[in-house]
T-cell receptor, first 116, second 113 residues
Framework: EAQVTQNPRYLITVTGKKLTVTCSQN?????MSWYRQDPGLGLRQIYY???????DKGDVPEGYKVSRKEKRNFPLILESPSPNQTSLYFC???????????????FGPGTRLTVL | EDKVVQSPLSLVVHEGDTVTLNCSYE??????LLWYKQEKKAPTFLFML????IEKKSGRLSSILDKKELFSILNITATQTGDSAVYLC?????????????FGPGTRLSVLP
């Protein structure tokens, strides 16, 4: 079954304690992306990656890091989480053909993060 | 700054009504516009629009893009309670070397029986 998985699904942590949210897809997609969703603000892209070792900043990259060492995995790293990073996080992936991210972007189930 | 604006932000209708959701955008390098439906989970893809004036249809849903006026509409006819959701509009912005997705805030549609 084609899917994007994220772990953990729920996380409560404290300010400053480094954490990683994993994302994995089984569709051999080149393009992967992380979003955060906050009430009234919609989905905002944090980072994206067009292929292995190719990453770029989205609209709200501050306080986050990513890596793309393998095609299937795209972890999101919060080196020193703060309360303003409390949010619902989605990972997504899609094909990247002829320099175009093609239609369907598959979303993971989401990770609800609370930073105290 | 790139932005996507949706209106209305919230809409309440009764079953059987027809609704039109609006999405306008200002981005530096437009590639495509997408519509998603989000219930209490991850967004699910509805349409991708790249060319002006070509309507895309799926059952009771349809959408069209106007690249001159920089907007798109999503129509839902004969609404059902199962259409209740947040509808998200997103624009793919960028060039061959980098493309990012810019989302609007969403329109929350509530369909009453």
């Amino acid at each position: 079954e084609a899917q994007v998985t994220q772990n953990p699904r729920y996380l409560i942590t404290v300010t400053g304690k480094k954490l990683t949210v994993t994302c994995s897809q089984n569709m051999n997609h080149e393009y992967m992306s992380w979003y955060r969703q906050d009430p009234g603000l919609g989905l905002r892209q944090i980072y994206y990656s067009m292929n292995v070792e190719v990453t770029d900043k989205g609209d709200v990259p501050e306080g986050y890091k990513v890596s793309r060492k393998e095609k299937r995995n795209f972890p999101l790293i919060l080196e020193s989480p703060s309360p303003n990073q409390t949010s619902l996080y989605f990972c997504a992936s899609s094909l990247w053909e002829r320099h175009v991210s093609t239609d369907t972007q598959y979303f993971g189930p989401g990770t609800r993060l609370t930073v105290l | 700054e790139d932005k996507v604006v949706q209106s209305p932000l919230s809409l309440v209708v009764h079953e059987g009504d027809t609704v039109t959701l609006n999405c306008s955008y200002e981005v530096t390098n437009f590639r495509s516009l997408l519509w998603y439906k989000q219930e209490k989970k991850a967004p699910t893809f509805l349409f991708m629009l790249t060319s002006s004036g070509i309507e895309k249809k799926s059952g009771r849903l349809s959408s069209i893009l106007d690249k001159k006026e920089l907007f798109s509409i999503l129509n839902i006819t004969a609404t059902q309670t199962g259409d209740s959701a947040v509808y998200l509009c997103a624009v793919i912005n960028g060039d061959n070397y980098g493309q990012n997705f810019v989302f609007g805030p969403g329109t929350r549609l509530s369909v009453l029986p």
